[in-house]
């Protein structure tokens, strides 16, 4: 029981820093592929740390929701942990980005155009959808998977 919450408490700190690299890398690379340089690797480094920080409280609680099914489930499948991931990341970012700020009740400062939410919801697939794709493949790997060879 031990060893198998400290797999997991592991295995989610690996996603939280493979989905907050995805969220830098997604940042930083394009400008540090036009003009490479040292202080876009320490950008990269530092927006990676702050990212991993932001995702292991946004997605904290979706993500505990789903260990606590998949473990009751006896479920051990990449592809289940893989789009769970995307969903958990994409949750994360409806609730932080949408939901939060409306329980502030300030008034919006103009009102919402339908193309500007696709473009949002969009963005949101795929940088937190994405992000949460790798970090559920990384949780995976590195809390559910059994190696070939050794049991449970």
């Not at 473990?71 to 051990?76: A, D, I, K, T, Y």
């Given at each position: ?10 295995g989610?700190l ?9 969220l830098?890398g ?13 202080g ?6 530092v927006?990676?740390?702050l990212?991993?920080?932001f995702?292991?409280v946004?997605?904290?609680v ?8 998949a ?6 499948s ?10 958990v ?12 700020p ?50 449970g």
């Open positions: 029981m031990i060893k198998a919450s400290i797999r997991s408490l592991l989610y690996a996603a939280c820093a493979a989905a907050g690299f995805f830098a997604m940042i930083v690379v394009p400008p540090l592929l036009e003009q490479p340089s040292w876009g690797l320490h950008a990269l480094a927006f990676t740390v990212n991993s920080i995702v292991a946004a997605a904290f979706p993500a505990l929701a789903v260990i606590i099914f473990n009751r489930m006896n479920c051990h990449g592809l289940f942990y893989a789009l769970a991931g995307a969903c990341g994409f949750l994360s970012y409806v609730i932080w980005f949408w939901l939060l409306l329980v502030q009740s300030q008034p919006m400062p103009r009102p919402l155009v339908a193309s500007e939410l696709l473009v949002a919801f969009g963005g949101a697939v795929l940088l937190f959808g994405g992000g949460g794709l790798l970090g559920g493949i990384i949780y995976w790997l590195v809390a559910v998977r059994v190696p070939a060879g050794r049991a």
